[in-house]
């Protein structure tokens, strides 16, 4: 039977109806000496307030759609899988003062950071975004090679990352371990290293922006992609070319990643959308609006002009629609647009999915947005104004 099975649900519910009656029945009918009587009642009591916390699971479960099946909820996932790379319409195939003063150089904005508690070196800072007046904390982690004299003139590529709603910038660098896989990756020789900004997505606390400008109300899309960018390379060697700047998000965080890399290509290369949806789902941008439309991943791709940026969708086929929309996004890209799909068979929609193709993930990203350059400085950018912290 089903985890997210209509029929469980209902079975539990009679459970937790009949346990109760029957223990009140059985109260004074249970033979034997007193120790078993004892037992017997405390079982029956025990049985009855399981099956309550258990219908509260499965309620909490098939409401947030944390856990799809029993598979999902014991870790067996099976394989993640192999990354499907489709031919886009159009195309025919083809084969701080931390650590010595290193910290952004002296950069006029690094003073803005404090360390991180509990991630090793990772700094944080709490801003109003100049252009967009959002105010919002971001996360940085900086690679062991930003601070080799090897890479002492070297711009690196960043990856901005975005996390669910609800969710935290912390997530990505704490639950998820972003920075343990990216050194494990580069240790390996498997990627090159990247500057990861974990930028608040959730800056209304009233209301879901879906990462977007809303009409006379937050605007969301820029401080992400205008404020945040502007922040990082007046504080650390970044390099500000678009094909060194990616996205990569979680649920809500994956459609953001999206339809910002095909609403901003000038500043985007590529992004990695993880059990995104393929159109917004917060309250303030209603379906049917233009609004809605132009901050739809797939609507953009079908309506809007291709843009030259790349796109890796991840889900699993038990995940809602996720796997459908990948389908959809494919289907809708046109050259020079490419959308890559990573879809596995089972899994639910939680951090143990979202965990198991970050290394894939990152993968793709290195391939897909250039390595660090060595450069030198002709002069340093202007600071950031309207620094609340």
């Known amino acids: 039977m089903g985890l ?45 307030q399981a099956m309550a916390v258990l219908l509260a699971a499965l309620w909490i479960n098939n409401s947030f759609q944390l856990y799809d099946s029993w598979s999902d909820v014991l870790g067996d996932n099976g394989a993640t899988g192999v990354i499907e790379a489709a031919t886009p319409q159009g195309v025919g195939k083809t084969a701080v003062d931390a650590k010595n ?27 109003t975004g100049p252009e967009s007046k959002v105010q919002g904390s971001v996360m940085v982690w900086l690679p062991p090679e930003y601070f080799e004299t090897a890479y002492a003139h070297t711009k690196f590529p960043v990856v901005e990352l975005l996390s669910g709603t609800p969710g935290t910038p912390q997530t990505w660098l704490e639950a998820m371990q ?20 974990a930028p608040a997505i959730n800056v209304d606390g009233r209301h879901d922006p879906d990462c977007s ?6 605007q969301v899309a820029t401080w992400l992609t205008t404020d945040v960018r502007n922040l990082m390379t007046t504080s650390f060697r970044v ?61 953009l791709l079908q309506h809007r002009p291709a843009r030259n940026v790349a796109l ?29 799909t990573l879809i596995s068979a089972r899994g639910g929609h939680n951090i143990g999915v979202w965990k198991s193709v970050e290394p894939q993930s990152f993968l793709w990203l290195s391939e897909h947005l250039q390595a660090p350059k ?8 202007e600071m950031i104004d309207g620094v609340t912290g």
């Open 213 to 218: 400008n809303i009409p006379n109300g937050p």
């Open 178 to 197: 972003a920075p343990t896989v990216m050194t494990r990756l580069v240790g390996d020789n498997e990627a090159h290293p990247f500057i990861l900004v």
């Open 101 to 127: 003063g290193v910290l952004g150089d002296s950069l006029p904005n690094a003073r803005l950071f404090s360390d991180l508690a509990g991630v090793q070196d990772g700094y944080q800072a709490t801003i």
């Open 312 to 340: 890796l969708l991840t889900g699993t086929r038990e995940d809602s629609d996720v796997a459908q929309e990948a389908a959809a996004m494919v289907a809708a890209a046109k050259y020079p647009t490419t959308v890559d």
């Open 4 to 48: 997210t099975g209509e029929g469980f649900f209902w079975l539990v519910i009679v459970g937790v109806i009949v346990l109760p009656v029957f223990t009140i029945l059985l109260w004074n009918r249970i033979p034997g000496p007193k120790p078993v009587k004892v037992g017997s009642r405390l079982g029956l009591i025990v049985m009855s």
């Open 239 to 299: 390099a500000d070319e678009r094909d060194a700047w990616g996205l990569m998000g979680y649920s809500e965080g994956g459609l953001c990643s999206s339809k910002l890399a095909l609403q901003y290509p000038s500043e985007y290369a590529a992004a990695v959308s993880i059990s995104g949806d393929d159109h917004p789902d917060g309250d303030l941008l209603k379906p049917g609006t233009a609004a809605y439309n132009e901050n739809a991943p797939l609507w």
């Open 374 to 381: 060595t450069t030198t400085y002709s002069a340093l950018p």
